[in-house]
């Protein structure tokens, strides 16, 4: 197993950190390797707003659902779908179809999570803030996002001050399907609830004790972000 | 600079490969770098559809428009935004939500975006294919993915037998803002049409000298797969 592998093996979102700075250098590295992600069609449609101000990073760990650690981390990232930059160049760019929005939320993910191993690479750890999307127009509000420019996620890095466990994920022959997608093998899933009522259950000396299933039922029985559309189509995306 | 970081700086789009397999274990490793990335709220809302099958490898290559490196590459994964797991635990799941779409993309290319990285750091490449959204009817059929599940993109891996130049990507000033959305530079922006020039240039032997800009106003001149907002109605996506 690799240097590269390991990394990868050992994620685990951190939300607690040390007050250590992130040095320009490895910040510069971290981007560059953002950077160096496929991007679709070479269409290049991501903005990363870096959050210095103190009371930016304030506002926007309470509009992401008072998240202290959008305060606390030492750098701060919101990774954004951006077609602005294109209408710079062409102010008549066909643009605004649900496609581009997938195309800006696929491409957005595939450079975060490059900074995000880049960054645990070096011993430094991170946690995604969707929390954001608590907020859209808040958050766009805030970093003054034009048309066409979408705040998708945060992302957080610093020094851990924490070392949590790996979280259990979805056995592989539930996520992999061959050749053709088939329905869930029920056994594996309660198989799987027991490993995460466990890994809980540890986690909170007994007190939770939630299967995977038991989670997700409680939060699909409630809407998600119900306004998000309206807001995709306020920034002209999504329309089409 | 570690290995990792140097894996992730060194990308760049394979698209021939050598006919050596990759070995079970080593897909079995790359499958669990995916598993390990980060998902929102614990949602696991990905489904990867691993293409064995030769017909339906030809099949995929043609709908997304000739790319015969789906049929020769030794791996070939369908990455999906899948909600209908959920609804195989709880039928009653509120699921449709523009939000939830934007979380199956995020989150799908969290986990391609590990497989990829895993695999280059063994010495393996490959590319994505978001042609598959040329057909996503037809996608969707071949692999028998039910409602609540979008075919998103695909990723050919295979040892490559090409090795071509790392493609230069935006400027870093022209990507990341601080504190808040900044107009793009237009000086730097002319600087970096003349980098992709060159670019195409040497590559073409001097036979293609498309700047950025004349690029993505080419592209942006077409409407973007203008279907894409019914089929993802079609699959009770994005409705609400």
């Known amino acids: 197993m690799n240097a590269a592998i390991e990394t990868l093996l050992a994620h685990r979102s951190i939300r607690q950190f040390e007050s250590t700075p992130i040095s320009d250098e490895q910040r510069c590295t971290i981007i560059d390797c953002a950077r160096a992600a496929s991007t679709s069609s070479f269409i290049q449609c991501t903005s990363i707003i870096r959050v210095v101000d103190k009371e930016k990073r304030r506002l926007l760990a309470e509009y992401a659902g008072n998240q202290a650690y959008v305060m606390e981390a030492a750098e701060f990232f919101v990774f ?3 077609y602005h930059r294109h209408l710079q160049i062409k102010p008549d760019a066909k643009v605004g179809f649900a496609e581009q929005m997938l ?3 696929v491409d957005a993910a595939l450079m975060a999570q490059n900074a995000l191993v880049a960054a645990e690479s070096m011993g430094l750890g991170g946690v995604y803030i969707g929390g954001l999307r608590n907020n ?17 996620f945060g992302l957080c890095l610093g020094y851990p001050a924490q070392d949590p466990e790996v979280k259990p994920r979805l056995p592989v022959d539930l996520m992999v399907h061959e050749d053709k997608y088939q329905p869930m093998d029920k056994t594996r899933l309660a198989e799987y609830d027991d490993v995460v009522r466990e890994y809980y259950s540890t986690r909170t000396g007994g007190n939770r004790t939630m299967s995977w299933s038991e989670q997700i039922s409680a939060t699909l029985d409630k809407e998600s972000r119900p306004f998000m559309r309206d807001f995709l ?3 002209g995306f999504a329309v089409k």
Chains 1, 2 share one sequence.
């Open 80 to 82: 954004c779908a951006d």
């Open 103 to 105: 195309i800006g939320a």
């Open 136 to 152: 859209p127009d808040k958050v766009s509000d805030l970093l003054k996002l034009p048309e066409q420019v979408v705040p998708l």
């Open 233 to 235: 189509h306020s920034k």
